[in-house]
T-cell receptor, first 109, second 114 residues
Framework: GIQVEQSPPDLILQEGANSTLRCNFS?????LQWFHQNPWGQLINLFY???GTKQNGRLSATTVATERYSLLYISSSQTTDSGVYFC???????????FGKGTTLSVSS | NAGVMQNPRHLVRRRGQEARLRCSPM?????VYWYRQLPEEGLKFMVY????????ESGMPKERFSAEFPKEGPSILRIQQVVRGDSAAYFC????????????FGSGTRLTVV
């Protein structure tokens, strides 16, 4: 099955810093999403991005499908950005979304 | 348009009891997926259902676990004779179809087995 690797596993930032989270995958995908799981356990859908670049406020994401990676950029980080960021993807249509192990982000003031 | 609704939010069961977790997909979504998240771990796929059909149950434990998505009503994940190792957060997601659509997740049910 398709393999998903996220890096770094942990990230500690001061408020205001920028960061880049990476997701590598082993095969072509037709669905890639980035999620944020906040400290209360809720899963927030950040981006649906099987290819290309999208931006939403301080967050943006880029997927280069031909090179099998996706990047999530967080600019001017805030304490509310803390939590776990998951990359999840699906290879073939009709199969389930597979999650990476996540990047745990801690932003301190 | 309500999102994916899961209930209960928290469920406590004694060892040996049955746990029933419910998931109502978003309006217009006919595909439902169940995931389990053990403490300090990522989400693991369990089962993928369409109305009245199980499409993929490759992530479901062979015993004690079952899932259904009837023609009417919510999807149900049933765990019989629960054990302490079943304590986890169970998330449900839905999508409009099997194609390149994003999944929307519910808030999860946190099961604690005492």
């Amino acid at each position: 099955g398709i393999q998903v690797e996220q890096s770094p596993p942990d990230l500690i930032l001061q408020e205001g810093a920028n960061s880049t989270l990476r997701c590598n995958f082993s095969d072509s995908v037709n669905n890639l999403q980035w999620f944020h799981q906040n400290p209360w356990g809720q899963l927030i859908n950040l981006f649906y991005i099987p290819s290309g670049t999208k931006q939403n406020g301080r967050l943006s994401a880029t997927t280069v499908a031909t090179e099998r990676y996706s990047l999530l950029y967080i600019s001017s980080s805030q304490t509310t950005d803390s939590g776990v960021y998951f990359c999840a993807l699906r290879g073939e249509a009709g199969t389930a979304l597979i999650f990476g192990k996540g990047t745990t982000l801690s932003v301190s003031s | 348009n309500a999102g994916v609704m899961q209930n209960p939010r928290h469920l406590v069961r004694r060892r040996g009891q049955e746990a029933r977790l419910r998931c109502s997909p978003m309006k217009g979504h006919s595909h439902v997926y169940w995931y389990r998240q053990l403490p300090e771990e990522g989400l693991k796929f369990m089962v993928y259902l369409q109305k009245e059909n199980i499409i993929d149950e490759s992530g479901m434990p062979k015993e004690r676990f079952s899932a259904e998505f009837p023609k009417e009503g919510p999807s149900i994940l049933r765990i019989q004779q629960v054990v302490r190792g079943d304590s986890a957060a169970y998330f449900c997601a839905s999508s409009p179809a099997a194609g390149p659509y994003g999944y929307t997740f519910g808030s999860g049910t946190r099961l604690t087995v005492v």
